[in-house]
């Protein structure tokens, strides 16, 4: 079985990577062809939001646009076509609607409220060109639609009635606990803090509470790993660029993760995978409990809640003073993410929508 998989980030970006790319080894192992086509490549994707290189940000843009109109031809030689959140960046579901002419069963998958604008802090130009509306009009071509979680099945299920949930799942023989356990050292604890552009004003929601917990505790290093904008929260923080190779290395660095969201209908169709990472190495979570994250974490066991700033002092501060409770936390997650959303859980799972979706397609024929 050949599959035509339209993304429409390089390998860089999480969101595909996480939901297509990671089950590519599997799907191989069962006799399907992934053919993976990105929109953007990693040089159009690197260079998307600095400042100038305007010329060669168009003739990439122009590479791009050509390369996803050939696309629309290759999808005459799959068996099957899946689009992962949209197939171009700007505008309606023109390639969409092209695709769905072809003749070939669809799968659109999205794993975040991309029915709604969220451009973020360093694009919001970009949003004047977005069509977020489109996402309505995807979702009644599929056959198929794969939901990152029950708040966007709820409204996918507007517009198609063939809908199957599937977590963003963990890769736990990649994202494992540091070999010999302990990552403090010279008794410095790290609070660590991993995400995007868009998820990075999110942390000054703790601010206050950050900065209270390193005055409480010198020993506390507050530790930012994020893209071209992480805004400074405490006078302990340190921050560094997010890198795919070394994404793995700092997860290890964290003595316990923090994820803080705001409660809002965008951040209610989040998929909770920063925190499944951390708990993915045994690193406990303290986090928002906004969407998918009340079902993941259950508070006090493989993880913490918190939404005021007393709260995520108190919280911290219960972390910061007890490495046993770390342990224990940090090892109740890791048994979660290994149960319910590991890649070696939902790959089958992944793989019999797909079969399902082609063989409902002949039926129908």
């Not at 399907?32 to 490549?41: G, K, N, Q, Y």
């Not at 259950?298 to 770390?326: C, F, H, I, Y």
């Amino acid at each position: 079985m050949r599959i035509l998989f339209l993304v429409p980030y390089p390998t860089e970006a999480p969101s595909n990577r996480l939901r297509v790319e990671q089950y590519f080894p599997y799907l191989r192992q069962h006799g399907v062809e992934p053919i993976l086509r990105p929109f953007m490549s990693s040089d159009l994707y690197n260079i998307r939001y600095a400042p100038g290189s305007m010329a060669r940000k168009v003739a990439s843009l122009g590479f791009s646009t050509l390369s996803r109109f050939l696309d629309v031809r290759r999808a005459e030689r799959a068996d099957l076509i899946f689009v992962h959140r949209e197939t171009f960046p700007v505008g309606g579901p023109f390639v969409e609607e092209l695709l769905a002419r072809r003749g070939r069963p669809l799968i659109f998958d999205f794993d975040d409220a991309i029915y709604l604008l969220n451009t973020g802090v360093t694009s919001r130009t970009v949003g004047l060109l977005k069509r977020p509306s489109k996402t309505a009009r995807i979702i009644n071509l599929a056959t198929t639609v794969i939901a990152g979680n029950e708040n966007l099945k709820a409204y996918a299920s507007l517009y198609n009635r063939n809908i199957t949930v599937i977590p963003t799942p963990v890769d736990t023989d990649v994202f494992a606990p540091r070999l010999g356990g302990a990552r403090s050292r010279d008794g410095k604890v790290v609070i660590g803090w991993m995400g995007s552009n868009t998820t990075a004003p999110y942390l000054k929601m703790v601010g206050d509470a950050l900065a209270q917990v390193a005055r409480r505790f010198p020993h506390v290093e507050i530790r930012a790993i994020g893209g071209s904008y992480v805004p400074p929260v405490s006078p302990s923080q340190t921050v560094r660029r997010w890198t795919l190779d070394g994404e793995l290395d700092d997860l290890h660095g964290f003595d316990i993760g923090i994820m803080p969201m705001p409660d809002t209908e965008w951040t209610r169709g989040k998929c909770g995978f920063k925190a499944l990472l951390y708990m993915s190495c045994a690193v406990p979570p303290v986090c928002s409990p906004v969407g998918l994250t009340t079902d993941i974490v259950q508070d006090g066991e493989n993880g913490l809640l918190a939404t005021t700033t007393e709260e995520w002092v108190s919280k911290l501060s219960m972390l910061v003073e007890d490495p046993a409770l770390r342990r224990r936390i940090g090892c109740a997650g890791r048994q979660t993410v290994e149960e319910k959303y590991s890649l070696t859980a939902h790959a089958p799972r992944f793989l019999e929508t797909l079969t399902r979706t082609v063989d409902l397609d002949r039926r129908s024929a």
